[in-house]
């Protein structure tokens, strides 16, 4: 199974920008398509962006499309998250996420593997 561990979270102001970095162990990060999922104070975990298994197909939530974009290096087993024009609203920690069932880019089983988040404050 993978493991997966984020970094690069931090504290940022209005309008600035923040990259985020999850690294694969255990497994080639090929193998999964994945995603980065974010949680703010008092919410529900909310989907952010996908990126499919050779990052082909990439796909944005609303509140993030034009400012936010998914990449990854499979040869470094990292899955990336550039985040510009940062608004207080993108705080929360984000969290990446890889899925072994995936059809034209997209998780059509769970999201079965999980990193423990980092921090992301916008203010």
């Known amino acids: 199974d993978v493991q997966l561990v984020e970094s690069g979270g931090g504290s940022v102001q209005t309008g600035g920008s923040l990259s985020v970095s999850c690294v694969a162990s255990?497994?080639?990060?090929?193998?999964?398509?994945m995603a980065w999922f974010r949680q703010a104070p008092g919410k529900e975990r909310e989907g952010v962006a996908y990126i499919s298994n050779r990052g082909a197909s990439t796909g944005y939530a609303d509140p993030v499309k034009g400012r936010f974009t998914i990449s990854r290096d499979n040869a470094k087993n990292t899955l990336y998250l550039q985040m510009d024009s940062l608004k207080t609203e993108d705080t929360g920690v984000y969290y990446c996420?890889?899925?072994?069932?995936?059809?034209?880019?997209?998780?059509?089983?769970?999201?079965?593997?999980w990193g423990q988040g980092t921090q992301v404050t916008v203010s």
């Open positions: 996420a890889a899925c072994r069932s995936c059809s034209g880019g997209v998780c059509n089983g769970d999201f079965a593997y």
């Open positions: 255990g497994d080639y990060a090929s193998n999964y398509c």
